[in-house]
């Protein structure tokens, strides 16, 4: 045994350390002293120990080893040579938390074996559940019943509580002994679940999840749907079936310091090389073709959808107002299109840009999915707990639903308070919560019947109630007509993608002569974005964060300007109402995107032209009515249109004027009546059945017609 311990070389580093921490972390050391006991965590950057000459390699070997040790070393260091306290304070190093972070390797969840237990890994994964923190008994001081004398501190281990079995101390005797809560030591405790990240899984790969125990000022820092690194020490604990103890061991991360991701656009890091590129970029003439260029380069056309995606990217400014209500700033915008016209992959480019996306298919996709679900299960000790949906992961991202005309209608409504006032409210298992979903919603559907048909109006051909539609910034229509032109220039794309994407593959396995990289790279230009991703990422992110665009007075007379043109083709009542101020919101907020884009500080008159533009292109796809030539906002935001209202109107006098005393009228007579006031026969029909459909007429027998009310 004595050989044994000889061969480990245990070597006392405190001296290392003291000159280690004198040399990098000084001022770290001195913001302790200062803040202690509101700060009592020392960072040290892993990277940085293992740069520090052989002894730093040697002690960085140490970390990942024998991770108890060199903790212990670094808290000696701390003590013996005064490094935060003085000598007579030298017992609160003890209460020092030093935690090592920036591992260079990090292990899957998947990979974790035997042999990792008891040394230091780096984990990353996405966090799934947390539990709410509480405290934790640490050391226990125990009172004993028969003679009162008070136990020395008893160290409590990681789950179970645990009482001392030897007798009293004073008076000898067996006895039980009772806990003193107010001498003994508590420490925040809290647990969360990681699952590791989908992106590294082979198809049909079940995400694996692992626990980790959170304590002290670490708890309470990290929340559902974050991205997360955790360092810290594998722990196990063995496994009781039915009281009797088994063979299995169940395994834990005892952490030691938490990193986390990029939750949102603003917290991506940007570096002073990065802010150079940005800001020349912004100057660019050509930075919104530049822009609409980079989203789904692969995709070939589609500019205005382009365009419009830009600016949900880049999203308006939401505002606080004194009375305590909140606009919203996100921008909310809806593709409706025939099959196989590329909206899925738009959405999916869409959600690898933004650094906090989901998405989700409405069709296999819950209220509770979307919103949040009532669990109950072990992991907090048998409590009902919140899981976050898609829309609250996406919190401060882009959640993007396909396939929306496929949803359930009950599942449908989960999304109208989401996308309006951006919070979920929860009322399920006693628990009442609200959620904060603050995230752009970015949609795409079907056709009723599939396709679009050209003879029918497109706002009765969207498959879904109006008012969800009527929350919608932009909706457009993606209609696939042939045409010879445009349908070659789409072929040749498609077909150049594929090629290129043929010879890389042939490449890899049967090199070429002359196919170099450089080739490659020249082949792969009308598929390769303008703007790289990762700059583009950060573009977004330092607009976001630095952009706060105020209204000139010119854009706002062109904003005024339209809205006031519009709603003019309603001076008379027997006119549609084009547009609300709904759409008039969503103007400004687009119009904030736009100045965003160019770094702006001021909304300019061209911001206002350009949103207007790609508004009223939208507005003529799903509002105009043909039959009245002018806009019918009605037809979008309450599904009937002002011409269905007016023959409802004008059905139900005729009835009135036609019926017999007991209220009693023919169909024919009525039909013949409005004919020869210049009403089709078919729209005649179609508001007789949607009458007595609403239970608002009866028809007792064929061809008879009697109102309710």
Not at 245 to 270: H, M, P, Q, R, W
Not at 370 to 394: I, P, Q
Not at 510 to 525: K, S, V
Request: glycine letters at 6%; charged letters at 30%; a negative charge.
């Amino acid at each position: 045994m004595e050989e044994d311990i000889d061969d480990l070389e245990i070597t006392d580093r405190a001296a290392d350390w003291n000159s280690f921490l004198k040399k990098h972390y000084r001022k770290e050391l001195g913001e302790i002293s200062a803040q202690y006991p509101h700060l009592k965590s020392l960072e040290i950057d892993y990277r940085e120990l293992s740069l520090w000459g052989k002894t730093g390699l040697e002690i960085a070997d140490e970390v990942l080893h024998n991770p108890g040790k060199v903790i212990g070393d670094v808290k000696d260091a701390i003590r013996n040579h005064n490094l935060i306290f003085t000598k007579d304070e030298s017992e609160k190093a003890d209460n020092i938390n030093v935690r090592f972070r920036c591992l260079p390797r990090k292990i899957d969840v998947r990979d974790i074996r035997a042999h990792h237990i008891n040394s230091f890994i780096s984990v990353e994964g996405i966090l799934r559940k947390t539990t709410e923190v509480r405290p934790r008994l640490t050391e226990a001081v125990f009172r004993c019943l028969q003679c009162g004398t008070m136990s020395a501190p008893y160290r409590q281990e990681y789950s179970r509580f645990q009482e001392p079995y030897r007798p009293c101390a004073q008076c000898e005797r067996a006895t039980k002994m009772e806990l003193v809560p107010g001498m003994s030591t508590f420490v925040d405790a809290q647990k969360l679940r990681i699952q590791e990240s989908p992106e590294g899984l082979r198809g049909g790969e079940q995400p694996q999840t692992l626990d980790v125990d959170v304590t002290d000022d670490l708890t309470g820092t990290v929340a559902p749907g974050d991205r997360v690194i955790i360092n810290g020490i594998l722990r196990s604990v063995q496994r009781m079936n039915h009281g009797n103890k088994s063979t299995l061991f169940d395994i834990y991360i005892e952490a030691n310091s938490i990193e986390i991701g990029e939750k949102e656009f603003e917290e991506v890091a940007i570096s002073e090389q990065d802010e150079e590129i940005i800001l020349n970029l912004s100057k660019d003439p050509e930075i919104y073709e530049k822009i609409s260029r980079s989203i789904a380069p692969s995709i070939f056309g589609m500019q205005d959808v382009k365009t419009a995606i830009s600016l949900v990217l880049f999203g308006g400014i939401s505002k606080e107002m004194p009375d305590g209500s909140r606009l919203r700033g996100d921008i909310h915008m809806l593709l409706v299109g025939d099959p196989g016209i590329a909206k899925s992959q738009v959405l999916r480019y869409v959600i690898k840009l933004s650094p906090r996306g989901i998405y989700t298919s409405g069709k296999s996709s819950t209220s509770a999915g979307l919103t949040a679900t009532a669990v109950k299960d072990e992991f907090g000790d048998g409590r009902w707990t919140l899981e976050a949906g898609a829309l609250v992961l996406a919190d401060m991202g882009i959640a993007a639903v396909d396939e929306m005309d496929k949803m359930a209608k009950e599942d449908r409504s989960a999304l109208h308070e989401a996308m309006e006032q951006q919070t979920i409210s929860i009322a399920k298992a006693g628990i009442t919560a609200t959620l904060r979903s603050r995230c752009s919603l970015l949609g795409a559907a079907n056709p009723k019947m599939g396709r679009f048909d050209e003879y029918a109006p497109i706002a009765e051909q969207i498959n879904m109630p109006p008012s969800l539609l009527s929350r919608f910034d932009l909706i457009f229509i993606m209609e696939d007509k042939p045409e010879e032109k445009l349908d070659r220039a789409i072929g040749e794309h498609i077909l150049k993608s594929h090629s290129v994407g043929e010879l890389i593959q042939h490449n890899k396995k049967f090199p070429m002569e002359g196919i170099d990289e450089d080739y490659i790279t020249r082949q792969l230009a009308p598929v390769t974005p303008e703007i790289d991703p990762t700059i583009f990422r950060k573009y977004i992110a330092y607009a976001k964060r630095n952009c706060f665009p105020i209204l000139s007075d010119e854009a706002r007379e062109h904003l005024i300007g339209y809205y006031l043109n519009l709603r003019s083709l309603a001076d008379d009542n027997t006119k549609p109402v084009p547009v609300t101020a709904r759409q008039l919101e969503g103007l400004v907020r687009l119009s904030e995107a736009s100045a965003r884009i160019r770094l702006s500080n001021e909304i300019e008159f061209s911001d206002a032209d350009r949103v207007i533009e790609i508004a009223d292109r939208c507005l003529k796809k799903v509002a105009y009515d043909a039959e009245t030539g002018t806009y019918d906002i009605d037809k979008l935001v309450t599904g009937v249109s002002k011409k269905r209202r007016d023959i409802a109107r004008i059905l139900k006098e005729t009835i009135r004027e036609l019926a017999d005393d007991k209220g009693f009228a023919q169909i024919s007579d009525i039909t013949s009546h409005l004919i020869s006031s210049g009403y089709k026969k078919d729209d005649i029909e179609k508001m007789v059945d949607q009458l007595t459909k609403s239970g608002e007429a009866l028809e007792p027998r064929h061809g008879v017609i009697r109102l309710i009310n």
